[in-house]
């Protein structure tokens, strides 16, 4: 059985401080069949660099930039863009814990009449502390 496309969309706008980590944690994900989107807003900061660096390592990642009326718009915007049979999103400054999509995916795939999942969260402040 071949695995469904997902499709992740991240909305961001002056996200430098910390999409790193937002990328990172979905680009490890152990999840096989994964396409990630970057919608952002017009940013002044760095993050547009940071954007091409991570998308010239993975073609996993794709990236556009055009202002948007908010987090919404970004995040529908990416989502016609995709191709996955599964969408969700994440925000510029939110990670995914190991193992979430394919745990999510598993999780509709168990219960068929099911359309929608969502995870638990766990808060970070600042410094980085759970």
């Known amino acids: 059985m071949t695995l469904p496309l997902v499709s992740i969309v991240t909305p961001s706008l002056n996200s430098a401080a910390w999409i ?12 096989g069949r ?15 660099a940071i954007l091409r660096h991570f ?7 794709t990236w556009f930039a055009k ?7 970004a995040v529908n915007r990416g ?5 996955g049979e599964i969408i969700a999103w994440i925000g510029s400054d939110d990670l995914y814990r190991p193992g979430a999509v394919g ?5 509709l795939q168990a219960q068929p009449a099911v359309t929608a ?13 759970w």
């Not at 994964?34 to 547009?48: A, F, K, P, Q, W």
């Not at 989502?79 to 191709?83: E, M, P």
């Not at 745990?103 to 999780?107: D, G, L, Q, R, W």
Request: aromatic fraction near 8%; charged fraction near 15%; charge should be negative.
């Open 79 to 83: 989502w016609a863009r995709s191709q």
């Open 34 to 48: 994964l396409e990630y989107i970057v919608m952002d807003g017009g940013s002044t900061d760095d993050t547009h």
């Open 117 to 129: 999942v969502y995870g638990d969260c766990a808060i970070i402040n600042a410094q980085g502390q």
């Open 20 to 31: 790193t980590a937002t990328i990172v944690s979905v680009l490890a994900q152990d999840y």
């Open 67 to 73: 202002p948007d009326t908010g987090i919404s718009q």
């Open 55 to 61: 998308a010239a390592r993975d073609n996993r990642l």
């Open 103 to 107: 745990a999510a995916v598993f999780a």
